[in-house]
């Protein structure tokens, strides 16, 4: 694949002649704001890619009208059908060039190739699952009441925008991307600054997969502008925030930014919202807990992407029967994962470096921070001297009001505490400010399904953790977020209803 670095606004024609004359369009543009930025490797601090466009008020306002003319045109008014042939393409495409994808993804963040791949393959599963839903909303009937006959039919809401995190950026655009598209809405994506270019190549696959396959002028104007991609930081997803032309926003990213999005999308045209914010997720685990899996879930499956996960439950509590052989095989663990660093690109590596360096800085602070609040079992310490590796962390009976157990870390830093009975153990998983996930560890169903349902958070994952159905709803309660996305639920978000009253 070509390497791009400019934004994906695909509605700028350059030339254009129609019968014998071939066409020239240029999707790929540069910034008109004159901005660029550079990412560098967070392995070895190496330049990766200069020169990337930075999306400025101009470019945002280019990307919406190429999204709204896109939707005055074909894409909304195509049937569910042909939408889907489009999707299904892009997803057999994204599954093809995932590895490719991938790579940007390890050299820019340093999530490791492996799972960066497999998200890749999780992206091509996300546009076929929503490929399956274009033609299956259905609309309602209500019976004659006083002579009044209703239908409630549910259209595309128009222009949609997406912001994501960093943590899983082509992640980001697929749960959010394939909804709108696949009811008939446009789209403009705005990725993290700080791993934007996997996303950028994207737009070659949406040219391919025919989201504008126009063969006469005003077919071509009308389908270019379906799919823009830009890039920038917080100012450029102010602009689409803020913007009077968009008709939906949704957000991946921390509790802070998700807060201001909510109030420039009330203080513009009140454009509808759905937020995807951070967690401090407890994890229970039971004296009957199958001490193995309990084990896996906590070091492995929390060390995924190196803690920088949004529902990685960072707050564990253990049964006091089973807690101290629970924190020494937890410690062996953990000091078993900090030998699987390695290069982002190598297939073999488990344990990849912090984002950046801001990033790196954060943890650290917290690091510190943590060892006058909390017991340190093990790590704490930066790992090596290159790159922004951190030791896979353990803190053991922080202070009730210790930062380190109340904010989010978003790094591989976990901490441990005991509860005697179920009571105490729900009344500890509960008091926090998010509600993003949790797990229980039990071999008592009955305890399991008893102890999540007291539970506040958006999800609970019962003997297992960071699952992820993509059937079923996604999303936080408490200050994790408003709104779910994935499933049924993640398509009507971006629909509207109207109901039809026939006299
Ligand atoms: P962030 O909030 O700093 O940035 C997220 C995105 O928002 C970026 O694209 C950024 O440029 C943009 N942004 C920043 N300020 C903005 C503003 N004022 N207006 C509009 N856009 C703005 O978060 P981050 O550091 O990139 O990601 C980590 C956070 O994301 C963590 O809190 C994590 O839990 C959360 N997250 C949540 C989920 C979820 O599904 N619930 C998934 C992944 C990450």
Redesign the pocket.
């Known amino acids: 694949m070509t390497s791009h670095t400019q934004l994906f606004i695909n509605n700028e024609v350059s030339s254009f002649h129609l019968l014998h004359q071939s066409l020239t369009i240029f999707q790929y543009v540069d910034a008109k704001s004159g901005e660029t930025l550079s990412i560098y490797s967070p392995h070895d601090e190496s330049l990766v890619v200069d020169n990337v466009q930075v999306a400025g008020q101009a470019d945002v306002d280019t990307a919406v009208a190429a999204a709204r003319a896109a939707f005055k045109g074909e894409w909304s008014k195509w049937t569910g059908a042909r939408r889907q042939q489009v999707l299904l393409k892009f997803a057999d495409l994204w599954e093809k060039h995932a590895a490719d994808l991938g790579a940007w993804e390890a050299k820019s963040m340093g999530q490791p190739i492996s799972v960066a791949t497999s998200l890749g393959g999780m992206c091509a599963s996300i546009f076929r699952y929503y490929a399956g839903w274009t033609d299956k909303v259905l609309g309602e009937q209500y019976p004659e009441n006083e002579g009044i006959y209703k239908v409630v039919q549910y259209e595309p809401i128009g222009v949609c925008a997406g912001?994501?995190?960093?943590?899983?950026s082509q992640l980001?655009f697929a749960m959010k991307a394939a909804p709108a598209l696949a009811v008939g809405c446009t789209f403009i994506y705005?990725?993290?600054?700080?791993s934007p270019v996997g996303l950028l190549q994207l737009g070659e696959l949406v040219k391919e997969a025919g989201f504008p396959p126009g063969r006469h002028e005003k077919l071509i104007r009308q389908l270019l502008g379906v799919v823009n991609i830009i890039t920038?930081?917080?100012?450029?997803?102010?602009v689409?925030?803020s913007h009077m032309d968009v008709n939906k926003i949704s957000?991946?990213?921390?509790?802070?930014?998700?807060k201001?999005?909510q109030e420039?999308a009330a203080k513009s045209n009140l454009k509808r919202v759905v937020l995807?914010?951070?967690?401090k997720s407890p994890s229970l685990i039971f004296e009957d807990a199958d001490i193995e899996n309990a084990l896996n879930h906590t070091s492995q499956n929390f060390l995924f992407n190196t803690g920088?996960?949004?529902?990685a439950a960072s707050r564990t509590f253990i049964h006091e029967s089973i807690a101290p052989r629970f924190i020494e095989q937890l410690k062996a663990r953990f000091e078993g994962f900090s030998q699987t660093t390695g290069s982002p690109l190598d297939p073999k590596t488990f344990l990849g470096p912090l984002v950046d360096v801001k990033?790196f800085e954060r943890v650290m602070n917290y690091l510190e921070i943590g060892k006058s609040e909390a017991e340190l079992v093990t790590g704490g310490t930066r790992k090596g001297d290159t790159g922004f590796y951190v030791e896979p962390t353990i803190f053991l009976n922080p202070k009730d009001d210790a930062r380190i157990y109340r904010e989010?870390i978003?790094g591989p830093v976990i901490t441990l505490r005991t509860f005697k009975t179920e009571e105490e153990a729900v009344q500890l998983a509960n008091d926090t400010e998010y509600g993003?996930s949790a797990c229980v560890f039990t071999s008592s169903m009955s305890r399991g399904l008893r102890v999540a349902k007291q539970i506040e958070s958006g999800g609970v994952n019962i003997n297992t953790s960071q699952v992820f159905q993509l059937e079923a709803p996604?999303?936080?309660s408490k200050q994790?977020?408003i709104g779910r996305?994935g499933g049924k639920q993640g398509i009507m978000h971006y629909l509207e209803p109207k109901t039809v009253n026939i006299k």
């Open positions: 912001i994501g995190a960093w943590n899983g980001f705005k990725g993290s600054e700080k920038g930081d917080g100012r450029a997803g102010s689409l925030a957000f991946t990213g921390s509790v802070f930014a998700g201001k999005v420039l995807e914010l951070g967690g920088q996960a949004c529902v990033q989010e978003f993003l996604f999303g936080g994790s977020g996305e």
